[in-house]
Structure formats: structure tokens, C-alpha cells
């Protein structure tokens, strides 16, 4: 029996992607949350910056942005500061920027409505997860590697697509690559929502206890 409830743990951590070994704390006064919200404070900046067509500051802005969500991870699993606020902070200010650049690129008719409406989508499909997640009494799921790998890819996608407004060939060249990152974002982002979906409906379903299906 408690072999088989200790195999049901390993799994389900598995499932949720938190490692056996890792410690989530709740602590709020962390180096990693401090450039979170640092990060979070930079999205109104930037949204006016598009606004404004300020394109440098705004791409400076993108890049900052981009440094500091390598390095608040980096430093909570060096620092040994993994925390729930922080797991919670960090996609919140990705998914933020993700949506406040689309808009404001979307505004400017650098990319066409039906990337913003593609990646809304998704967004909204997710947050339908949450109360589900919750009644079940688990949080909101880790952020898993494809979804970090399309967030990367987004980010970098961005101020490409803003560095295709410029004339020449910088501009054509920024407009192919720009795109190239943007189809592969939208792809894996969607291929994440997929997984997180199939990792709820693990989650919740009913496990069967074998003890009960052998007496049965």
C-alpha cells in the first residue's frame, strides 16, 4: 500500500513538474521576485513607448525585459529561492508582455489581428483551467519547458518584427527572421496549452484504488 501510494507522489510531482528535490518556499522578499516585478513594472513603460513609436526605447525596453527573465531563473534555483509568488510572478509578466506587445504591433498594423486573436485564444483557453485546477485543490501549473521555449521564441520574435519598420536590407532581414520566430512561438505556445490541457485532465481524473478493483 505504501508502495503504491509513494509511486502515485512520484508521479504526480512528475506530472505537475515540480522535482522531487526542489523546495518551494513562501517567501516574498527574493532577489528572483524583486526582478519580476521590476519586469512587471516595465510593461506600462513599454506600452506607452509603442504607443508613442519610440522604437529604440521600446526595443531596449523588449531586450531588459528578455535579460532579466533568464536571470530571475537563474538565480532561483542557484540562490535556492524558488518560491510560490515567483512561480506565479514570472509567467504572469511573460504572458503580459506577450499580449501588451501584440497589441500595441497589432495597433501599429505590424503584424496582422489573427496573431493577437491566435495567442489571446490560448490565453483564455488556459485561464478556463484554473478554477478546475482549483476545486481539485492543486494551483496553477508550472510553467513546462515548451511553453518557455515559446516564450522565448516570441520575445525574441517582437523586436524583430519592430526592427522590420526600418528601411533597407536591416529591415527585410529583421521582417524574415521576425516571422520565422513568431510562426515557431505561436506553434509551440499552442503545443504547450495542449500539454498543460492533458495535465489537468490528469490531474483531475478519478484514480481508481487497485485494492477496490481487485475486490470488485
Known sequence: M???TGRARRTEQRTVGVAADQEVSSRILT????ISLLRLALVPVFAVLIVRGNDEWALAVLAISGAS???DGIL???LD???KLGQMLDPAADRLFILVTLVGLAWRDVVPLWVLVVILLRDVTLLCLLPVLTRHGYGPLPVSFVGKAATFALLYAFPLLLLAEAPGALGATASIIGWAFTGWGVGLYWLAGVQY???TR???APRTDPQETAAG
Open 69 to 71: 527573465d533568464w536571470l
Open 81 to 83: 529561492q524558488v518560491t
Open 202 to 204: 490528469q490531474l483531475v
Open 31 to 34: 532577489i528572483p521576485n524583486v
Open 197 to 199: 490541457i492533458r495535465q
Open 76 to 78: 532561483a534555483r542557484r
Open 2 to 4: 505504501k508502495t503504491a
